[in-house]
């Protein structure tokens, strides 16, 4: 037959290529009703390790599913996870959902940089560590955390360490404006009250080196190192305070050590996403000329939050706080030198 001689074809000269149909593809993902629920206390290369229903003593090891793509898990996710949840040694269940987040901590390489790394999930509390000497608080780098938590819905707590070397009063002038919770304690003893603001809580951990964080966490987790290389198992001969983790507190509570945030950019954050956490503040800028930074004269001589203590519905000491925040957010400190 001639090449182009089409008119001797019939039916079964059709080439049908196999596993390809006309029938449009589905999306619709499989709904997995028989998922457990679990939270996620490390991760580590490709694979998380989860505790089912948040309960210590039942961990196992997942992978993400396929279907998932690159949904970002993290410390402290709810998620759903099918397969094998035994937790016996070399097994591998599944990750199919990441549940809706009560709170995210977000930050930015730095001030530039337009990608957002999701650094813990559902944190309730964030705990900011910081040594009043040896080294010297970094006032810059506690007005980023303070801000982070603001714009991610996180409680910040100022946890202050080393107080036998200086005293507090000071750094707590600074932020007296805030109504934020404070722990102080000596190098050589348990903060006092510390046991009970963790307690039953998910508690995030940030903080410099040599300020006190190592210290702290083992003494709220007497099993910490066992604990962490549990959580670290599945990437052996790797350091296990590279990465964040989960710790079970022995009274209900999970702490989360997050070694790798040293600092936090802010490129995420607006200035309108700080205002909204001060909520009588928040109506006010919505009658801000656009494009208001809510610094005040000289930079926004027109800010409405002026208008809100000449009013006598917030106190100075509050915008001060708020202004300060904000400038820490652009790079800068209105009060002192910017510290990071």
Known sequence: MARNDWSRLDESDVRVRPGKGTRPRSKRRPEHADAVTAMVIGKDRGRWTCAIDADPARVITAMRAREMGRIPVVVGDRVGIV???????????????????????????????????????????????????????????????????????????????KADLASPDELLAGYAGLDIPVIVSRFDE??????????????????????????????????AELATGVVSSVGKGRHTSVAAVALPLPDGGWVIDTPGVRSFGLAHVTADD???????????????????????????????????????????????????????????????????
């Open 190 to 223: 348990q903060p006092e009250g510390l046991d009970e603001l963790l307690k039953d809580r998910l508690t995030a951990l940030v903080g410099h080196s040599g300020v006190g964080k190592s210290t702290l966490v083992n003494r709220l987790v007497p099993d």
């Open 274 to 340: 700080i205002v909204d956490a001060f909520e009588e503040f928040a109506e006010a800028a919505e009658e801000c000329p656009s494009g208001c930074g809510h610094l005040g004269a000289p930079e926004d001589p027109d800010c409405a939050l002026d208008d809100v203590v000449t009013e006598g519905k917030a106190s100075p000491e509050r915008l001060t706080s708020l202004r300060r925040l904000l400038a820490s957010r652009g790079g800068h400190d209105m009060t002192r030198p910017a510290e990071s």
């Open 83 to 161: 397969g094998d949840v035994s937790g016996k040694p070399d097994t591998l269940a599944r990750i199919v959902r990441v549940d809706d987040r009560t709170s995210s901590l977000l930050r930015t390489a730095d001030d530039t940089d337009p990608y957002e790394r999701l650094v813990v999930a559902n944190a309730e509390r964030l705990l900011i560590v910081t040594a009043l000497a040896d080294p010297p608080p970094r006032t810059g780098f506690i007005d980023r955390c303070l801000v982070a938590c603001y714009a991610g819905g996180v409680e910040p707590v100022l946890c202050l360490t």
